[in-house]
C-alpha cells in the first residue's frame, strides 16, 4: 500500500517549457487536491477533484490545467511554465470531500522554472 | 474568506521544554480544524484534528482544542523531543462537501538537545 506517490521527484524547467505533474493514489479515494507549498505562504490549493469526473479551480489555478484520469489518478499540467510557478506542489486524496475527513499527502515535486 | 493565522517561526526550544504554536481562524458555519505536522524532505501527515467546538484532537503527545468562542486551535505538548522538530500547520475545512483545505503560514519548531 503506497498511499500518494508523486513524479517526479525534482524537475528543472526553462520559461515557457510544459510539464506533467503525475499523482496516483492507491486508498480508493474519491477526492484528490493539488497544492503548491512556498515559503511563508503555507500551501494553497491550485485544483481538486471532489469526485472521479469533476474537477473545480482552488485559490491559484492560473496557469494550471488538470485531469482527472480515473479514480486513482490526478495530474497537473504546466502548459507554459513561468518562473514564479518555481515552488513545491503536493498531491493529496482523502476519502470523500467531507470536511472532517483526513488527506493524505504525496512526497512532493520540487519544481524550479528558470 | 476563510482564513487561518499562525503564530510566527521559527520558534527553538530545549528538550523537555512547553509547547505552544498558536492558531486562530476566520471561517462561517462550523469548519473542521486540523494540524497536520511536515518532517525535513517529506509530505505533510495528519497530526490532529476537531470537528466541532469544544473537541478536543490529541496525538502523540499533542493537543489542541476547536474554540469557537476564540476562534483558536492551539497546539500544545507538554515535554517536546528533539524528533519532535518540524513545521507544523494549521488548517480548515469549511462545511462545504469540497474537503478544500485552507492553511496557514506553518510554523518551524526546532528542538535542541
Known amino acids: 500500500n503506497a498511499g500518494v506517490t508523486q513524479t517526479p521527484k525534482f524537475q528543472v524547467l526553462k520559461t515557457g517549457q510544459s510539464m506533467t505533474l503525475q499523482c496516483a493514489q492507491d486508498?480508493?479515494?474519491?477526492?484528490m487536491y493539488w497544492y503548491r507549498q512556498d515559503p511563508g505562504m503555507g500551501l494553497r490549493l491550485i485544483y481538486y477533484?471532489?469526485?472521479?469526473?469533476?474537477?473545480d479551480k482552488g485559490e491559484v489555478p492560473n496557469g494550471y490545467n488538470v485531469s482527472r484520469l480515473n479514480k486513482r489518478e490526478f495530474s497537473l499540467r504546466l502548459e507554459s511554465a513561468a518562473p514564479s510557478q518555481t515552488s513545491v506542489y503536493f498531491c493529496?486524496?482523502?476519502?470523500?470531500?467531507?470536511?472532517?475527513?483526513?488527506?493524505?499527502f504525496g512526497p512532493g515535486t520540487r519544481l524550479t522554472v528558470l | 474568506g476563510n482564513s487561518v493565522t499562525q503564530m510566527e517561526g521559527p520558534v527553538t526550544l530545549s528538550e523537555e521544554a512547553f509547547l505552544t504554536i498558536n492558531c486562530t481562524y476566520t471561517?462561517?458555519?462550523?469548519?473542521?480544524l486540523f494540524w497536520y505536522v511536515q518532517y525535513p524532505g517529506e509530505g505533510l501527515q495528519l497530526l490532529l484534528k476537531a470537528t466541532k467546538a469544544d473537541d478536543k484532537g490529541s496525538n502523540k503527545g499533542f493537543e489542541a482544542t476547536y474554540r469557537k468562542e476564540t476562534t483558536s486551535f492551539h497546539l500544545e505538548k507538554g515535554s517536546v523531543q528533539v524528533s519532535d522538530s518540524a513545521v507544523y500547520f494549521c488548517?480548515?475545512?469549511?462545511?462545504?462537501?469540497?474537503?478544500?483545505?485552507?492553511f496557514g503560514q506553518g510554523t518551524t519548531l526546532q528542538v535542541k538537545p
Open positions: 493529496a486524496s482523502s476519502a470523500t470531500g467531507a470536511p472532517y475527513n483526513e488527506q493524505f
Open positions: 488548517a480548515l475545512s469549511d462545511s462545504s462537501n469540497t474537503g478544500k483545505l485552507i
Open positions: 471561517a462561517t458555519g462550523y469548519p473542521s
Open positions: 486508498m480508493n479515494h474519491n477526492s
Open positions: 477533484s471532489a469526485s472521479e469526473g469533476t474537477t
